[in-house]
């Protein structure tokens, strides 16, 4: 079954530092799509960056970039030099067809940025 | 600014109500989904609903249902509240048939049962 999985339930960065966030995912489809979502305190869920299975450049959105390893089916995130509006819940999603589009979530990591 | 817009912001419930939860995707944009998010199960979809008519739906009872309408606004009820419906309910707005397209999500409705 498609699954993701993200370990890290929280994190701490120091400001102006960078960091990764984890993500590995499980589909024996073959064209698939990964995207990473912020949800700060407020609730919204904010769009941060997207790569595609057959994308052979990792993707890159301003400060965030995403490593994309195919083969160990990974998609971390990685957020340069922190900011303390990075405080948020990341959560990174897998976008597969089968019919029609689903969207399965990991459980989302915590990151604290300190001062 | 994400182009969804759910009300009410805030709800609160007594167990054994009713409640209904509304969803107004931009204009042109008739895919609308659903999930719950609470902080055991995280975030779980519920349905997705696409020119008015159900194309998925979740591992959820029958106490949750939905519907679309022609403008594609959206609405999702749920019958005889139980304590664990206190949740974030979000919505979100999709391009069909774009793998690389996310999906957008509205502000959410957050449900407290009483």
């Known amino acids: 079954a498609q699954k993701i999985t993200q370990t890290q339930p929280g994190m701490f960065v120091q400001e102006k530092e960078a960091v990764t966030l984890d993500c590995t995912y499980d589909t024996s489809d073959q064209s698939y799509g990964l995207f990473w979502y912020k949800q700060p305190s407020s609730g919204e869920m904010i769009f941060l960056i997207y790569q595609g299975s057959y994308d052979e450049q990792n993707a890159t959105e301003g400060r965030y970039s995403l490593n994309f390893q195919k083969a160990r089916k990974s998609a971390n995130l990685v957020i340069s030099a922190s900011q303390l509006g990075d405080s948020a819940m990341y959560f990174c999603?897998?976008?597969?067809?089968?019919?029609?589009?689903?969207?399965?979530f990991g459980t989302g990591t915590m990151l604290k940025v300190l001062a | 600014k994400a182009g969804v817009t759910q009300t009410p912001r805030y709800l609160i419930k007594t167990r054994g109500q009713q409640v209904t939860l509304s969803c107004s995707p931009i204009?042109?944009?008739?895919?609308v989904s659903w999930y719950q998010q609470t902080p055991g199960q995280g975030l779980q979809f519920l349905f997705e609903y696409f020119s008015e008519t159900q194309r998925n739906k979740g591992n959820f009872p029958g106490r949750f249902s939905g519907r679309q309408f022609s403008n594609s606004r959206s609405e999702m009820n749920v019958s005889t509240l139980e304590l664990g419906d206190s949740a974030l309910y979000l919505c979100?707005?999709?391009?069909?048939?774009?793998?690389?397209?996310?999906?957008?999500f509205g502000d959410g409705t957050r449900l407290s049962i009483l």
């Open positions: 204009s042109g944009h008739r895919s």
């Open positions: 999603a897998m976008r597969e067809y089968s019919g029609t589009y689903k969207y399965i």
């Open positions: 979100a707005r999709q391009t069909p048939q774009r793998n690389n397209q996310p999906q957008h």
